[in-house]
T-cell receptor, first 108, second 114 residues
Framework: AQRVTQPEKLLSVFKGAPVELKCNYS??????LFWYVQYSRQRLQLLLR??SRESIKGFTADLNKGETSFHLKKPFAQEEDSAMYYC??????????FGKGTKLTVNP | NAGVTQTPKFRVLKTGQSMTLLCAQD?????MYWYRQDPGMGLRLIHY???????AKGEVPDGYNVSRLKKQNFLLGLESAAPSQTSVYFC?????????????FGPGTRLLVL
């Protein structure tokens, strides 16, 4: 079975502080992992995917198969990073399985 | 390109009423999806389609039906709405190529069932 766990419903940091949004997954094969972001009153959009190995808006995420994790990190959070973040997994089927999301608030 | 659009943006229904949500995409995408988003539950897949004329069940299909008569449109129907179907519904689409897994989302439809 495919499962994505985001242990933090809410995460609050101050501007300029490092931020890490946790994501753990359960899947026996080789997964594809994604981070989607939903800013206030906007549609869900892709932030990054693990196979791209890129940094978007200062965010990075590394797939750790040993720990079955795909944590999202940014060294210096900005107020405009406040949003809902969803980790998603694509296994062998066509479906994307989403975590329940983490609401990030960056305080001034 | 308009991308993925959804109609209507907001709707209030009474229990037992029926309605159809329309999703349209102008990107020539093969795959289309319907999700519902509920507080504390994340996004859950209702139904999806891998091409015109095909549909498949997702994680929470009960109470919903879908049709993909045209490649660009994916309709989600509620035959007899229930309060438990109060939610925000998102449509998404993507190319059919194996190495293009990015899904593009619509703006959502807020549905309230009284």
């Amino acid at each position: 079975a495919q499962r994505v766990t985001q242990p933090e419903k809410l995460l609050s940091v101050f501007k300029g502080a490092p931020v890490e949004l946790k994501c753990n997954y359960s899947y026996s094969g080789s997964p594809e992992l994604f981070w989607y972001v939903q800013y206030s009153r906007q549609r869900l959009q892709l932030l990054l995917r693990h196979i791209s190995r890129e940094s978007i808006k200062g965010f990075t995420a590394d797939l750790n198969k040993g720990e079955t994790s795909f944590h999202l990190k940014k060294p210096f959070a900005q107020e405009e990073d406040s949003a809902m973040y969803y980790c998603a997994l694509k296994g062998g089927s066509e479906k994307l399985v989403f975590g329940k999301g983490t609401k990030l608030t960056v305080n001034p | 390109n308009a991308g993925v659009t959804q109609t209507p943006k907001f709707r209030v229904l009474k229990t037992g009423q029926s309605m159809t949500l329309l999703c349209a995409q102008d990107m020539n995408h093969e795959y289309m999806y319907w999700y519902r988003q509920d507080p504390g539950m994340g996004l859950r897949l209702i139904h999806y389609s891998v091409g015109e004329g095909t549909t498949a069940k997702g994680e929470v299909p009960d109470g919903y039906n879908v049709s993909r008569l045209k490649k660009q449109n994916f309709l989600l129907g509620l035959e007899s709405a229930a309060p438990s179907q109060t939610s925000v519904y998102f449509c998404a689409s993507r190319y059919g190529l194996v190495d293009t897994q990015t899904q593009y989302f619509g703006p959502g439809t807020r549905l309230l069932v009284l």
